[in-house]
């Protein structure tokens, strides 16, 4: 079986795809993690968790606190025995991107893949890849919501499809634009939930107060046309009203249909506003 390259690393762990099973899991090694390492962890938690209280989703905020990570890397096996008990998710460690089938079947199976290793010390505001501190941090906490945990096992199932079809890129989209860059409406303000914005301190702040940029309310098929930035803060995102929303709106919904009138459409410009779309205002 063709595996993912390797990546030049010098943290030991970083993408050692040599050794992975077929569905590219890995041990977690904890015990390989240095001091350092822990340390690198306990400045990043203390930094990020600083945002939580003001910036998150109460969800993000729960989730957080049952997981007890703050003294250093934690060990999955300890999250999973929290996870199993609340929502049935399980993590399973992996050393870096995985193809998408196999990402997906494992969301399918409510298994979420989690890198093993962390970021290094010039890395901390910024990296392309998913590391461990993105995927513990960032997703492990809204795995303890029921709407979340549903959500994410029904868009491992709809992988298969849209994998057939050729419209990966359109459901990626909704991923991207909840998961990992979602906003909910709370209390009458913007609060995030998604791990692209949780595990980075620039984009918390930015995604909740930036006057300028483009907030849209969520739309599903809005969402599957919308490009989207890799390597700079996003120029859209999309709000919900309440976290069940997300399934609720997607639940019902016939890809088949949608993807075959927009897959060959070039997507709207991320940042661009359509003609009668009303943007939602940061809080004042
Ligand atoms: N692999 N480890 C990892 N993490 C991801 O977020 C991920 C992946 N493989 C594929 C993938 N995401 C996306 O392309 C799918 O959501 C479409
Ligand atoms: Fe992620």
């Not at 968790?49 to 003294?71: I, P, Q």
């Not at 890799?230 to 859209?236: A, L, P, W």
């Not at 927009?262 to 940061?282: C, K, S, Y």
Request: net charge negative; aromatic share 12%.
């Amino acid at each position: 079986m063709k595996k993912p390259c390797t990546l030049t690393t010098n943290s030991g762990l970083r993408g050692e795809y040599e050794g992975a099973a077929d569905d590219y899991t890995v041990g977690q090694d904890w015990h390989a993690y240095t001091p350092e390492m822990h340390d690198r962890w306990r400045r990043l938690f203390a930094r990020q968790s600083e945002l939580v209280r003001t910036h998150a989703c109460a969800s993000f905020g729960e989730g957080l606190a049952r997981l007890d990570c703050s003294a250093g890397i934690p060990r999955f096996e300890d999250a999973n025995v929290v996870l199993e008990a609340a929502t049935g998710w399980s993590l399973v460690p992996v050393p870096g991107f995985i193809p998408d089938a196999t990402f997906f079947d494992h969301l399918a199976h409510r298994r979420f893949p989690v890198t093993r290793w962390l970021r290094e010390e010039h890395e901390l505001d910024y990296l392309v890849e998913p590391d461990l501190f993105h995927d513990f941090f960032g997703h492990v906490p809204m795995l303890l919501d029921p709407a979340i945990a549903d959500f994410l096992e029904l868009y491992g199932k709809a992988g298969a499809r849209a994998l057939e079809m050729n419209a990966l890129d359109m459901l990626a989209r909704i991923y991207w634009y909840t998961i990992e860059f979602g906003l909910v409406r709370e209390d009458g303000g913007l609060r995030v939930f998604g791990a692209g914005i949780m595990s980075s301190s620039g984009e918390t702040r930015y995604a909740i107060e930036d006057r300028e940029v483009l907030r849209l309310p969520f739309d599903p098929v809005r969402v599957m046309r919308t490009g989207y930035m890799i390597d700079s803060f996003q120029k859209t995102y999309f709000v919900l009203d309440s976290l069940p929303q997300l399934i609720e709106s997607l639940v019902s919904l016939d890809f088949g249909p949608i993807y075959e009138t927009w897959r060959d459409e070039p997507p709207i410009p991320a940042g661009e506003r359509l003609a009668g779309e009303t943007p939602l205002g940061a809080p004042a």
